[in-house]
């Protein structure tokens, strides 16, 4: 689905009038995407919720979680948001050596984030919880793992638009594709803000 | 937790810290995104809440399990309505993008508790 | 409203990657597959659906064939299996939301006043996606009939969770239907997203939201179904790939998996899928009924807003599918309740069509004729449906030939009446011919006695107990000559649908031209010349009314009479520089893109990581290819 919003899709249309809505079609688009992805990740979640307290042989997600490690992986992604955003800030004045600086950070955060999620994978897996052990587990691994494929989306599409100002093909006027990527990269943070709490902290 | 974030604030960055945005609006936008220091300061709330939550799950003996459990979940409503509030800019764009999110979340809110509750409590009357 | 500033690509120095020529033919044989023309494509979406639709009739005719008598032997069950699981999987997912799409993306732009869809790229790529995702599911009978995908079009696990190795079904079928059921889910959630978007956001001026045609609303809450619908059976479908291959127990029940939580996603799905199907149906009739009979649609805001209800209440009844399962009391009688609640607005809507035709000047021609078909088969199996709502009768009902016969009253009397309707209300805007009038009626009424005599007796059938997805049955139950009447029937619709595609192609070549506006109608597609333009409107039209290009050719006098304005009221006699209306480009990317999809599908299906590679490499050149290409070449 990336491919929607990557930079510059904005198609002309001659003498098309303005948007009826008022907003570009890319943004509007990957609104209505980003509510889609909520029933998708809604649906783990909830496959989750119901298996969780399932009385089951074998270690289960639950007795292997270490949370201190989890907390700061996910404090890496909650800061990513945060340097997404100066990115944004940063492109918006046209202040490109910083933008560099701030995707770049963005995607750095995002790569250590998914470095801590296989480390914890390989870990669980070394402790006798694979994927078929219980159902608890194969919701678990399936449910972070969907999520950490779509970082990893995030991660190919930020480092495509820092590549891009890189060479210089990137600039104000792309804003709103930054912006667009943006959203893209918050929903993400904020779907694991929510694993976080639900999979991980409440007993 | 929360000392991390002074490495990672923009401290050499003078010229962003201050009080409102100057940016040039985006399309969409009804009202002035967030300034960097404001968004700075957003991370720093964030920070605080996830602290918090951590906290709270290691008092998890001196507390009842539902007032964690509900400590737990309103400061993950408060960290996603904040990011996609000031983040994702949905409290000052159009409304159009808030309503179309909100149709997506709460419809899956109520959807997925509809079938959690028939799956489990109510299929044993 | 604030003005949005007109985003200008970027000039890039050389046109993207430079492997490929840019491609900018617009007609000839190779520019069907770079075009990203919103008609061109919605033309390909319909044919391709017409031969999926061809391919769906033989599977039922062989079904057909095995049931005509009693202990038939035309299939073994393996292959009869294959046969009614590719037959429901095909109708919905390869004939029934393509065709939808396939109006959508030919009339929304001309209905609304646009010169394009919002995402045109996009559009292309999605169909692009749904043929490789058909062929993929049909490539499966390269290993053999009955290793065709034979879970049913519903898949339940966990029939088709249970590992391959413990051989439950046989070979690979299952896994092609899931992974192909995900590639059409990411193509159908393309194009609905895009029909969100040009609907909301690409409006001409003035055409505001309850000025749109009704097809259009009804459009619009079908994408935003499909869009809300399709990431939840995507959810289920990965889990149960899981199951098969990686012998994970999601859905089995001996490890504490829940198989009735693959029922509830597959169902939380499947019902808004059903208004997925029809709702588009509804559209296209809406559009007939007032031009046929020379009224505007009584009740417009009903119309939209009961559409609306439908979209919403959908949502809420999915439970009816599963009563025999145990779901309890409670949960029994609220989903029960709302079922019979959501026939409110489908009746509001049957009278609303009445409404419209009562007291017109009607006009019985074919579309009329199809648009009434639909009114009166529809009802037919809007009224079946309420009895599923009754939970002690659906009990008696579920899994028997009655269900078989109430939904193919509302989704092939129903929809594909619509469908076949709408085709030649709207022949002559795409392909500036007539289609033949007497040939066009002989088929509805062969149709129309073909479906009756196939599908009546299936309530009879049903209600003497005779089980859907059975083989075989033995003699000497009651069911061998009502059997034989459906098996001729079945044969009828199959002469009739010769019929109606040998009509199409003859009138294709050999039809008498069409006018610009050949039913006198009342939206703004026919205010433009047949067959459309490639750039749609010369001027982007002014919209002040709803059903605004019948209010540009008539008043009404005094007396509330019509009255025809001098012509010269459309906008196409403004002279406009055509030559300086700038279209995007055609491009190969979306086919490069959404040809990694069934690469990755293999590699999913045999488990071959390598084979991966090469359809993630396809995958990464079309997306950055896309994204560095201009969405217009330079001249």
């Not at chain 3, 859905?251 to 597959?266: C, E, R, S, T």
């Not at chain 3, 505007?296 to 399962?325: D, N, Q, R």
């Not at chain 3, 033949?436 to 009546?456: A, H, Q």
């Not at chain 3, 009479?561 to 279209?583: C, F, K, N, W």
Request: aromatic share 14%; net charge neutral.
């Amino acid at each position: 689905m990336a491919q929607a919003a990557l930079p510059i899709t904005h198609d002309t249309h001659g003498d098309h009038p303005a948007p009826s809505a008022g907003v570009t079609n890319t943004k509007l688009g990957m609104w209505v995407f980003l509510s889609s992805d909520c029933l998708f990740f809604g649906a783990f979640i909830t496959t989750y919720l119901l298996y969780r307290n399932r009385n089951l042989a074998g270690p289960t997600p639950r007795s292997l979680y270490n949370i201190p490690f989890t907390s700061v992986t996910s404090f890496i992604l909650l800061m990513s948001s945060l340097t997404m955003v100066l990115a944004l800030a940063a492109i918006q004045r046209n202040d490109m050596r910083r933008f560099k600086v701030w995707v770049m950070a963005t995607a750095v955060f995002g790569i250590l984030f998914i470095g801590g999620q296989v480390f914890e994978f390989t870990e669980f897996y070394r402790e006798g919880m694979s994927l078929r052990t219980n159902v608890s587990s194969s919701i678990f691994y399936v449910a972070t793992g969907l999520h950490g494929l779509h970082v990893s989306v995030g991660i190919v599409w930020l480092m495509s638009l820092w590549g891009m100002a890189m060479q210089g093909k990137l600039g104000q006027r792309d804003a709103e594709a930054v912006e667009v990527s943006g959203l893209y990269w918050h929903f993400v943070d904020v779907v694991w803000i929510v694993i976080f709490a639900v999979v991980y902290l409440i007993p | 937790m929360s000392e991390t974030t002074t490495e990672l604030e923009p401290a050499h960055d003078h010229a962003l810290l201050h009080g409102h945005s100057d940016l040039p609006m985006l399309p969409g936008e009804e009202h002035p995104h967030p300034s960097p220091f404001q968004y700075v300061m957003i991370a720093v709330i964030l920070c605080v809440i996830t602290g918090f939550e951590i906290a709270a799950y290691y008092l998890d003996k001196a507390v009842p399990e539902s007032v964690l459990t509900a400590i737990l979940v309103i400061s993950a409503i408060a960290k996603f309505f904040i990011v996609i509030g000031w983040y994702m800019h949905l409290k000052t764009d159009r409304k159009i993008f808030r309503r179309l999110f909100m149709v997506g979340f709460v419809g899956s809110l109520i959807l997925y508790t509809i079938v959690l509750l028939t799956l489990s409590g109510l299929a044993d009357t | 409203m604030t003005a949005v500033p007109e985003v200008m690509p970027a000039p890039v120095e050389s046109g993207g990657l430079d492997l490929f020529r840019r491609p900018k033919e617009t007609s000839g044989f190779w520019s069907w597959f770079t075009t990203i023309d919103h008609k061109k494509i919605g033309i390909l979406y319909g044919t391709t659906a017409l031969i999926f639709f061809v391919i769906a009739g033989i599977e039922a005719l062989l079904i057909r064939l095995q049931l005509a008598g009693p202990n038939g032997t035309v299939l073994t069950a393996g292959q009869y299996n294959a046969m009614f699981t590719m037959h429901g999987t095909t109708m919905v997912f390869l004939v029934g939301m393509p065709m939808a799409v396939a109006f959508g993306n030919y009339l929304i732009p001309i209905m609304i006043g646009a010169r394009d869809v919002a995402f045109p790229r996009m559009n292309m790529f999605g169909f692009w996606v749904f043929l490789f995702g058909g062929l993929f599911i049909y490539s499966s009978l390269f290993t053999g009939i009955a290793n065709m995908p034979n879970g049913g079009w519903f898949g339940y696990t966990p029939l088709t969770s249970t590992p391959m190795s413990a051989g439950y079904l046989p070979g690979r079928g299952p896994d092609f239907w899931v992974i192909g059921l995900i590639m059409l889910g990411i193509g159908s959630t393309t194009s609905a997203i895009n029909f969100v978007v040009t609907i909301l956001n690409m409006r001409a001026p003035g055409m505001t939201l309850m000025r749109m045609p009704v097809f259009v609303w009804m459009m619009l809450v079908v994408a935003f179904l499909t869009v809300f619908a399709l990431p939840i059976v995507t959810a289920a479908l990965i889990m149960v790939f899981f199951d098969r291959n990686y012998l994970t127990n999601f859905f089995v029940a001996q490890n504490g998996g829940d198989p009735l939580l693959y029922q509830h996603l597959f169902w939380l799905f499947g019902h808004p899928e059903v208004y997925i199907l029809i709702l588009p149906g509804m559209g296209i009739v809406s559009e007939i009924l007032p031009v046929m009979s020379r009224k505007p649609l009584f009740g417009y805001s009903v119309v939209v807003f009961s559409g609306i209800a439908i979209g919403f209440m959908g949502w809420g009844v999915w439970a009816h599918h599963m009563f025999a399962t145990g779901l309890g009391p409670v949960a029994i009688s609220a989903f029960g309740l709302a079922t019979m609640l959501i026939a409110v607005p489908t009746g509001v809507k049957i009278f609303n069509w009445l409404g419209t035709v009562w007291g017109g000047s009607v006009k019985l021609n074919v579309p009329m004729l199809f648009s009434l078909g639909f009114i009166a088969m529809f009802t037919l199996g809007g009224l079946s449906g309420v009895t599923h709502s009754i939970v002690p009768a659906d009990t008696q009902q579920t899994d028997t030939y009655y269900v078989v016969a109430h939904f193919h009253y509302v989704l092939f009397g129903g929809l594909v009446f619509a469908i076949l309707g709408g085709i030649v209300y709207w022949f002559p805007k795409v392909f500036g011919r007539m289609m033949n009038e007497r040939l066009g009626k002989l088929s509805f009424w062969v149709l129309f006695v073909g479906f009756n005599l196939t599908f009546f007796p299936m309530h009879f059938l049903g209600l003497t107990g005779m089980p859907r997805r059975t083989y075989r049955y033995t003699e000497g139950l009651g069911w061998d000559t009502l059997n034989l009447v459906v098996t001729a029937g079945g044969f009828i619709i199959a002469l009739a649908t010769l019929l109606f595609v040998s009509n199409a192609v003859w009138s294709w070549k050999r039809g008498p031209i069409a006018p610009a506006d050949p039913w006198d109608g009342r939206t703004l597609e026919w205010s433009i010349p047949s067959p459309t333009p490639e750039y749609n409107f010369a001027a982007i039209p002014k919209v002040e009314a709803r059903d605004d290009f019948w209010h540009r050719k008539y008043t009404e006098d005094d007396q509330g009479r019509l009255v025809r304005l001098p012509a010269g009221g459309s906008g196409e006699d403004a002279a406009v520089d055509v030559s300086s209306i700038h279209l995007p480009s055609p491009s190969y990317f979306p086919l490069v893109l959404a040809a990694g999809l069934p690469v990755i599908g293999y590699a999913a299906v045999y488990k071959n990581p390598w084979l991966a590679i090469p359809g993630v490499l396809l995958l990464l050149f079309g997306m950055y290819g896309w994204a560095i290409e201009p969405g217009t070449a330079e001249d």
